[in-house]
């Protein structure tokens, strides 16, 4: 039911397991809980409301860890593209 769908994982909810947004004002990710009924983890700790995250950062959804290399940042986010410094 989301965006992303990882298979073959039967730890992870049908519903939406969790939200990873790009906050542009302050270059910053965050990781959070959505309508699923698992937990999830950042970095070996449960996330119960939306967490800051980094580069490098793994997130742990049901068995599967995924790590977070963020694109957007100062030099590019999606929104405007290219900048050249």
């Not at 992303?4 to 730890?11: E, L, P, S």
């Not at 906050?23 to 070996?44: H, M, Q, S, W």
Request: aromatic letters at 10%; a negative charge; one cysteine or more.
């Amino acid at each position: 039911d989301g965006e992303i769908v990882i298979q073959g994982d039967n730890q992870i909810s049908r519903a939406k397991h969790a939200v990873i947004s790009y906050y542009a004002k302050r270059d910053t990710y965050f990781v959070g809980p959505a309508e699923g009924r698992n937990i999830i983890e950042l970095n070996d700790e449960p996330v119960f409301n939306a967490t800051e995250m980094k580069s490098y950062d793994v997130i742990t959804v049901g068995s599967t860890k995924l790590m977070l290399i963020g694109l957007c940042g100062k030099r590019f986010n999606w929104a405007e593209g290219v900048k050249h410094e």
